[in-house]
């Protein structure tokens, strides 16, 4: 082999090198970006939580226990929504979900409640968070499984130390958790 051979193969290696560089930081990046978009939407439901639980308080002025508990849950959810831990994040969800869902059964029982338009609008925003942070959750997880196929697949798992890059988690619910909580109305 002749010396230009010989950088040519060096050259074409290079670039292939930072293709695969960039191409395993962006699913890296993008992945991140999808965990991100959990985070805005649990930080949504979390600041509507507040709002309804005043509505139902008014209402259901003896049920302190149910709102301390609901109050407990927000913290800890705000508290995982900073962490990049995706199962604390999860379990902290499902502790908030339960909460919510408990403050639903209780405005069941006061039917000025439920006709009340503060109460109907809040529930529509928190159900139409819900179905934002499925679609969140879902994109993070399909991000997040772009990702890892590349991560195991050759050539690419040999760039994977370079770029400093490996797999994720997915975003599951908890044990027990994987239907969302049972409320009429």
Known sequence: MTIA???????VIAVFGVVAFNSLRN??????EALGGIDVQL???????????NAVKGYAQHEKALFEEVTAARTGAAQAAASNNVDE?????????????NVMVVAENYPDLKASANFLHLQQQLADTENQLAFARQYYNDATAQLNKKVVT????????????GKRDFYKAPEGQQAPPQVSF
């Open 27 to 32: 699913l890296d990046v993008g992945a991140q």
């Open 154 to 165: 050759i050539p690419w798992m040999f760039f994977t130390g370079l770029a400093k890059v």
């Open 5 to 11: 051979a010989v950088g040519f193969v060096l050259a």
């Open 89 to 101: 994040k999860a379990t902290a969800q499902a502790r908030l979900d339960r909460a919510i869902g």
């Open 43 to 53: 930080t949504r439901r979390a600041d509507l939580v507040p709002n309804l639980v």
